[in-house]
């Protein structure tokens, strides 16, 4: 299972971005899907995750109300649509799969509930 994030970059503190998480050779439909992202010298923390179906959704208390996580499984794509990004955003945001379906907030919010990642992508928030 091999997934790829993608669409970050330089924007301005409250500017938007939309990442990407697309899979290699695969369907990530029968996959819950995690972001999560890591700051330079800070440990991995999550941002939002999506059941595999796309009707639960949760959001991390620092990103509600300017972050949203949507999936479609006929494009096989999963996205991060992110509002008013602030400094405190930069990060390498990474997508992750589980294949556990029946997880709560609690399992989803810990980067070992999913055992396989993509590469990542940076997300600089700065003037």
């Known amino acids: 299972v091999q997934l790829q994030a993608s669409g ?3 924007v301005e503190p409250g500017g938007s971005l939309r990442l990407s998480c697309t ?3 695969f369907s990530l439909g029968p996959y ?3 972001w999560f992202r890591q700051a330079p010298g800070k440990e991995r923390e999550i ?3 999506i059941s595999n179906s796309g009707d639960r959704t949760w959001l991390s ?3 509600k109300g300017r972050f949203t996580v949507s999936r479609d499984n006929v494009k096989n794509t999963l996205y991060l649509q992110m509002n008013s990004l602030k400094p405190e955003g930069t990060a390498v945001y990474f997508c992750a799969a589980t294949p556990v379906f029946n997880g709560g907030y609690n399992y989803y919010s810990v980067p070992s ?3 396989s990642w993509g590469q ?3 997300v600089t928030v700065s003037s």
């Open 8 to 10: 970050g970059g330089l």
């Open 23 to 25: 899979a290699l050779g």
């Open 32 to 34: 819950a899907i995690g």
């Open 47 to 49: 941002v939002s995750c």
């Open 61 to 63: 208390d620092s990103v």
């Open 113 to 115: 509930s999913f055992a």
């Open 120 to 122: 990542g992508t940076l």
